[in-house]
């Protein structure tokens, strides 16, 4: 057997565990890793400006391929700098290994140099952490950590790693183990056979069906079977933020997303439901509006990996706890082989009730011929793009016009921070999609607040030749902050303007890209071509669009489903 | 309504920190708190009393559940069960007290364990209530220190919570 030093043994793992990209940053604890690291060439590693960047790159690259992420990091304050992007790809159950340095086993508890409890510090938002005790530990410890961050319900893992850990001169034999025991973790292989079979009875017989399909379609790659079902059974289909792309956005079933800026047609469906399917979806807060008006006729069967998701908020008549594509599956087959069918008249009278709801609304928006409308800007890029880009967007009003406006049609292609809701998350996420997707049309849509949140990786972008497009809705001021105080804080502005922008053309240009301008409205198309005709360059696009602009529909609050505000003046 | 969930964790470092931090962390309640190893060595028992609706109770388990180091649960409130604390007490003993406080003590079936010119220390086991209703007897007025153990509990019958 080989004799490796615990920062060899590491490195190996990681190639053993077949890990492509390490997102990270180099310090004190971490060297001996570092330096196994510098030795061998199958692991390569991206070196980022701060280490909260390399958790959300880490994360857009696992969003977009549905592997792992890896992150490597110091402690103290290079661990601590990870916290804010590990709670984002937590509440989003994103599945992540980050490892962190720590001091010397000898010294842990005595307050020495860069130290930090981050075993402690990360518990709330991890699936779990664990601690190397001993060199000999290491391989398993990593199979075990990329094992539970990727299978049941996704998420981050920490691995702490004190540097007396990862000695270069002790060796000790290495063996990569082929599985893991877990005598306490076995998450659900498939749903209930009687369960599925009662949902399918259900789904049957509803006259009024909706399917609400949230991330985990994503997450657990169901996306074909949710699709094959859907077009089956001819109901409409609805999804979460989370869940954009889970099933095609253009096609004529497809309702749009949503919740608190949902279209109009799919809060009213779902309002106005028998029958609720919920796949892979989890009531958030943002989603259903008041629990206690949310949806008052439907029966709900909900399919979940995770059973703390089900009748958490809604209680759920039917529970499944499953992986959705297992389930989704089985149920496919038994609608096959049923005799029963949907009721045509009711599934014809409940379109024809949703196709009103989808005309009186259909996600109109006020042009302007002198100003330019972010929603304008996000259709023209849908079109530019042939609805086929990645998009990586930050947090804010863009985000939410850019979910309603480029219609995505697969899933893993719409990289967004929805449960934590994370400014300066675009920009990284952005960079690790092209990374590994470097022939794709790779947009971040972001905004002039949260794209200063982590602005510094424009040159992390540069050394490693990432030419994603900056797509910058600019309003001059924190738009969604701004929106809140307009609607309840009449319009005082509190702390919601910049007032000291800098001008984003000559810092793009200074970090050695290309920066573009657009304010005029004419501009908005030829200019954009030109960018997205600059494959090889990033290019920071710096839009001026209108200031006031709101982001609608938008539910009331403490209100039902169906309570929503249409534009400025209209509420229903 | 109050519940006494009895959870098998593996036994190590850090484990329960990560239950303890569950309840805090999604504002559950915790009431006592008891862990001790078990026979495997690699496991221990952590017996947790709690309040809250049904709908809390069985979020609380499920979240549990889903941390990686606890093996099995079980809420014990459920079945039939029996429930038991220790408790150590030092009374003020003088004059025409100690008499009275030696047979308060034989009535709940405690034992002095210490005793000095002015201080008796009992030891009394039990559910909550009784030990509540010791202390009531004897009056706060006399006790000077009281420490309790939490609550252990374990299933009535045939039953086993093991893996």
């Not at chain 1, 690291?37 to 549905?66: C, N, P, S, W």
């Not at chain 1, 996704?154 to 025991?181: C, L, Q, S, W």
């Not at chain 1, 069967?301 to 209680?315: E, N, R």
């Not at chain 1, 087959?333 to 379109?351: I, N, Y």
Request: proline share 4%; net charge neutral; charged share 25%.
């Amino acid at each position: 057997m080989e004799l490796l030093s615990g920062a060899d043994m590491l490195i190996r793992s990681l190639q053993d565990e077949g890990i492509e990209y390490i997102y990270g940053y180099p310090g004190g604890a971490a060297l001996h890793i570092y330096d196994a690291l510098f030795r061998q060439d199958k692991v390569k590693h991206i070196l980022v400006r701060h280490e909260q960047a390399a958790v959300h790159m880490a994360d857009g690259y696992a969003r977009a391929t549905g592997k792992p992420g890896t992150v490597l990091v110091t402690s103290g304050p290079g661990a601590t700098n990870t916290i804010t992007g590990i709670a984002t790809a937590f509440m989003d159950s994103i599945p992540m290994v980050v490892l962190c340095g720590q001091v010397a086993s000898t010294l842990i508890g005595e307050d020495a140099f860069q130290e930090t409890d981050m075993i402690g510090v990360s518990r709330p938002v991890v699936k779990h952490n664990l601690s190397v005790r001993h060199p000999e530990e290491i391989p398993e410890v990593i199979r075990k950590a990329y094992y539970i961050a990727s299978t049941g319900r996704p998420g981050p893992v920490v691995v702490d790693i004190p540097k007396d850990m990862t000695t270069p001169n002790e060796r000790f034999e290495y063996a990569f183990p082929k599985k893991v025991k877990l005598r306490s973790y076995n998450p659900a292989i498939r749903g209930h056979a009687g369960q599925i079979k009662k949902a399918v009875d259900m789904l049957l017989a509803a006259r009024r069906p909706i399917i609400y399909a949230g991330g985990g379609v994503i997450l657990g790659k169901a996306s074909d079977q949710l699709t094959e079902l859907v077009r089956m059974l001819g109901y409409p289909i609805t999804n979460t933020l989370m869940g954009i792309g889970c099933y095609p956005a253009t096609d004529k079933q497809h309702l749009g997303w949503l919740g608190m800026h949902g279209t109009y047609e799919s809060n009213m469906a779902m309002h106005h439901s028998d029958l609720i399917l919920c796949v892979g979806a989890r009531f958030d807060d943002r989603v259903t509006n008041a629990t206690e008006k949310f949806c008052p006729g439907a029966r709900i069967v909900h399919i979940d990996i995770d059973p703390a998701s089900i009748s958490k908020t809604i209680d759920a008549d039917v529970p499944i706890v499953g992986p959705v594509d297992a389930v989704l599956k089985e149920m496919i087959a038994l609608v096959r082989e049923s005799k029963a069918r949907p009721d045509a008249e009711a599934l014809s009278a409940w379109w024809k009730q949703i196709e009103e709801w989808r005309a009186f609304h259909g996600m109109r928006y006020e042009n302007n011929p002198e100003v330019i409308k972010p929603q304008e800007v996000i259709e023209t890029l849908w079109r530019l793009t042939n609805g086929d880009a990645f998009v990586a967007s930050d947090v804010g009003q863009h985000q939410m016009f850019a979910a309603q406006y480029y219609k995505f049609d697969k899933p893993n292609r719409w990289i967004n921070s929805g449960g934590l809701g994370t400014m300066g998350f675009g920009l990284p996420a952005a960079m690790g999609v092209k990374l590994t997707h470097p022939d794709d049309e790779v947009l971040c849509v972001t905004g002039e607040g949260s794209i200063q949140m982590n602005i510094q990786e424009l040159s992390t972008c540069k050394q490693y030749n990432l030419p994603v497009k900056i797509i910058n809705l600019n309003n001059q001021a924190l738009g969604m902050v701004k929106q809140w105080q307009d609607m309840n804080y009449e319009s005082r502005h509190s702390q919601s303007y910049m007032e000291s922008l800098p001008d984003f053309i000559k810092l793009a240009e200074a970090y050695g890209h290309v920066g573009v301008r657009i304010d005029r409205k004419e501009d908005l198309e030829p200019k954009l071509k030109e960018v997205l005709a600059m494959k090889d360059k990033l290019v920071f696009v710096d839009i001026y669009v209108d200031r006031f602009e709101h982001v609608y529909p938008m539910q009331v609050a403490r209100g039902s489903m169906k309570d929503m505000w249409l534009s400025k003046t209209e509420r229903v | 309504m109050r519940r006494i969930i009895s959870v098998l964790l593996e036994n190590e470092p850090g484990a329960l920190s990560r239950v303890v931090g569950l309840f805090s962390q999604r504002n559950y309640n915790i009431e006592t708190l008891t862990v001790a190893p078990t026979e495997d060595s690699t496991l221990s028992r952590l017996t947790v009393t709690t309040t809250g609706s049904d709908k809390v109770i069985e979020q609380i388990t499920k979240q549990l559940n889903k941390l990686i180091e606890v093996v099995k649960l079980v809420d014990l409130t459920e079945g039939a069960h029996i429930e038991r604390e220790l408790m150590l007490v030092k009374l003020k003993a003088t004059g025409s007290q100690r008499a009275e406080i030696k047979r308060t003590v034989d009535i709940f079936r405690g034992q002095i364990v210490d005793v000095t010119s002015s201080v008796y220390t009992v030891q009394l086991a039990g559910d909550s209530d009784k030990l509540d209703g010791f202390i009531q007897a004897v009056g706060t007025a006399g006790v000077l220190e009281v420490v309790r153990s939490g609550v252990s509990g374990i299933a009535r019958g045939e039953k086993v919570l093991s893996l």
